[in-house]
C-alpha cells in the first residue's frame, strides 16, 4: 500500500489502535485499508453511494481476502450502518452541507458512534454552526495542505450518555454567521503558518464579495455592515501572533 497523502494521514490519525472505523464515501478506500493493513482498525468497513466508487476500494484491496475485517456497503450515508456498530466515522471530501445532512438524518443512530471525523470540501462554517447547536463537542480543528488547497479536518465527540433533550443549542454563538465558525482560532495550534496562509485566502474571498456588494443597488446596509465585521476578523486572525 502507498503512503497516505497528508490530508487522509492527518484523518488516520485520529483514530486511535484499536479503534473500529467505518468511512463514509470511501471512494477509492486507500484510509481504511491503510487503517487496517497497519494494524489500527481491526475491522474497517468501507461504504459508498456509488457501486463503481466501492468497485474501486475492492479493487484497491483485492489482494486480501474479504472476511469480515474488510466489509463493502453499498448506500446512502449511515444508512448502511447498524446502530453503535463501530467506534469511528469518517465523512470526508464532500461539501460540508451533504455532511451536515448525513448527520442530521438518523440523530439516534448519528448519537450512537463515538467520535466522527469529518473533512468538508466546503461550508465548513455551516456544519460546525449546525454540530455546536446539536449538543456535538467540536473536539479538535486541524488544517492541512493539499496540492493548492488548504483542507479543514474536524474531529467531533458525541455526548456518551445521549439523551434527545441534548439536542438544544448549548454553547452554539447565536450568529450561525459568525466567521468564528469559519475559522475557529484553534486552528493556529498545529499549523500556525497555515493558519495565517488560510486566514489570507478567506480574507481574499470576503474583499471580492464586499466589492460586489458595494457595486449593487439592492444590497442592505446591514449585509454589508456583516461582511465587513468578517473582513475586520479575518485580518485579525491573519496578523494574529503566535
Ligand atoms: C470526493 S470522494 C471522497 C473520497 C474519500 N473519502 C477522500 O476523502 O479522499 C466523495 C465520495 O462520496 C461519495 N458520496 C457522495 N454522497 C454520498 C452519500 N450520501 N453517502 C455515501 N457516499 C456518498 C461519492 O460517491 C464519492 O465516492
Known sequence: MNRLTDRLQMIADEIKKGETMADI???????????????I????????????SLAKA??????????????????????????????????AGMGGLLIRDILADDPAKTFSFKKFILQPRNNAGHLRYWLASNGFNIAKNQLVREGKFICEVITVLTPKAFDMDDLAPQNASPDP???????PADFFE?????????????????????????????????EIETVRGRISYFNKMKNKKV
Not at 464515501?25 to 494494524?39: M, Q
Not at 472476511?67 to 469518517?90: C, I, P, Q, S, Y
Open 177 to 183: 454567521g459568525g466567521a468564528c465558525w469559519d475559522f
Open 190 to 222: 498545529i499549523h500556525p503558518e497555515l493558519a495565517s496562509e488560510y486566514a489570507a485566502v478567506k480574507l481574499g474571498i470576503e474583499e471580492k464579495i464586499l466589492e460586489g456588494m458595494l457595486k449593487s443597488e439592492t444590497v442592505t446596509r446591514d
Open 58 to 91: 475492492k479493487a484497491a484491496s483485492g489482494a486480501y481476502q474479504f472476511g469480515n475485517e474488510l466489509d463493502f456497503r453499498a448506500g446512502d450515508g449511515l444508512k448502511v450502518l447498524k446502530t453503535g456498530e463501530v467506534d469511528a466515522v469518517v465523512i
Open 25 to 39: 464515501g470511501t471512494d477509492h478506500g486507500f484510509l481504511p485499508l491503510y487503517l487496517w493493513e497497519n494494524g
Open 41 to 52: 482498525s481491526p475491522s474497517v468497513i468501507m461504504c459508498d453511494i456509488s457501486e463503481p
